[in-house]
């Protein structure tokens, strides 16, 4: 499907040619072993751990979208630690954003430092000094929940590292790091590209087939496998992908514009407002601004009330539904953010209504 724009590739990617009778999405197939006559190689689904013609069209499907072999793993934290263990041996050095997604750094400082693996966290401005020496060099912009944004070009094509990108906040329809020479980009699918708060996977995209190779052996060795239902579902929904995105990312806008303008709300980050700082990189490294917006109110009791009085914005985490949530992201631990930090996810309800119901719980 290359030649055709990103809304026309969502909707097509992956799907079998037309066949008189078949469905245009086959249904899932579940099996643990498959009929196997003869020699192991002899059919390319034998035992499900090592494959699933569901996963492997919903693989294709993404590969369309990023130019590149993807391996599907059961959660974008399957992924992560895929990348991780596969690539860090003892004595190796790992250079990471600290703001970078909470869990990731989790696994760094829980599994690996313990194996003699040394973890340089440290702010996107020191991440190239970092990466000097280091084995792995680990981005994320914009970052969650903090919405950082930096020159990801810059370090990748800088670093002697082999480097990743979490693209999980952008997607793939609004950031192509492969593009802009990461040798790695890591993705919840449990986000936006699934976009129906009902399933969790997540996938690796890389042009290098022996490195794709590596990620699959993984997957069939530690059986970190995604389940053929969820696989299907989100192929499912990769055909509304683009016009998902579309009307939340204008409803993300229009709800940051209300933001920024109130004198009661500070810190408001969302990459596509011209005065956030991150906005000119934005601009030249994304294709779109996202779903996802930051702001502060202050203390925990505000962003309390806040979440309580909203009609339509939903106190739940994740982000990247079909309906608007958000969260006091302090509740968790493990962010560099105050008591009254709130992660917001635009979903596609009424800009107005969003708009109308935000205004009123804000004064609540
Ligand atoms: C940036 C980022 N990376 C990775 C993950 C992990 O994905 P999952 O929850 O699908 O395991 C998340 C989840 O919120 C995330 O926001």
């Known amino acids: 499907m290359s030649g055709y724009g990103d809304g026309t590739r969502a909707v097509r990617a992956g799907l079998p040619g037309e066949e008189q009778g078949t469905p245009f999405l086959p249904g899932p197939v579940f099996a643990a072993p498959f009929h196997l006559l003869g020699d192991v190689d002899s059919s390319p689904f034998s035992y499900n751990r090592y494959g699933n013609p569901t996963w492997a069209r919903y693989e294709a499907a993404l590969g369309e979208l990023e130019e590149a072999d993807v391996v599907l793993f059961p959660s974008g934290m399957a992924a992560a630690t895929a990348l991780l263990l596969t690539n860090l041996s003892p004595g190796d050095a790992l250079a990471i954003d600290h703001g970078c997604y909470h869990g990731v750094r989790a696994v760094a400082e829980t599994y690996l430092e313990p194996r003699g693996v040394e973890l340089r966290q440290v702010p996107p401005a020191e991440l190239a000094g970092a990466a000097e020496g280091a084995r792995v060099l680990w981005m994320e ?55 129906h708060a009902d399933l969790m996977l997540g996938y690796v995209a890389t042009r290098y087939a022996e490195a794709a190779g590596a990620l699959r052996d993984w997957r069939t060795r530690t059986g970190s496998i995604p389940g ?18 579309e009307r939340a990312s204008a409803n993300a806008l229009a709800l940051a514009e209300l ?21 000119d990189v934005a601009r030249r490294q994304m294709r779109g601004y996202g779903t996802v917006i930051a702001f502060d109110l202050g203390d925990r009791g505000r962003a309390e009330r806040f979440l309580t009085s909203s009609e339509l914005i939903a106190d739940a ?35 107005a209504d969003l708009l109308a119901d935000t205004e009123r719980a804000l004064t609540a």
Not at 154 to 183: C, E, F, S
Not at 228 to 245: D, N, V
Not at 261 to 266: A, H, K, L, T
Not at 326 to 334: L, Q
Request: net charge negative; hydrophobic share 35%; with cysteine.
């Open 141 to 195: 912009s914009p970052s969650n929940p903090e919405l950082e944004v930096y020159d990801l070009e810059a370090l990748a094509r800088g670093a002697h590292a082999i480097t990743v990108v979490d693209n999980t906040t952008a997607g793939p329809l609004n950031q192509r790091p492969l593009d802009l020479g990461a040798d790695y980009v890591l993705t919840s699918a449990t986000k936006h590209l699934s976009g």
């Open 228 to 245: 053929p239902f969820e696989t299907w579902l989100a192929h499912r929904s990769l055909a509304t992908y683009a016009l998902r995105l």
């Open 259 to 279: 933001l920024a303008g109130r004198d009661d709300v500070s810190g408001v980050r969302y990459p596509g407002l011209p005065g956030d700082p991150g906005h």
């Open 317 to 351: 985490t994740s982000f990247g539904g079909l309906q608007t949530t958000a969260e006091r992201r302090a509740r968790w631990g493990g962010d560099n953010v105050g008591e009254g930090f709130i992660r917001l996810s635009a979903g596609c309800e009424d800009a």
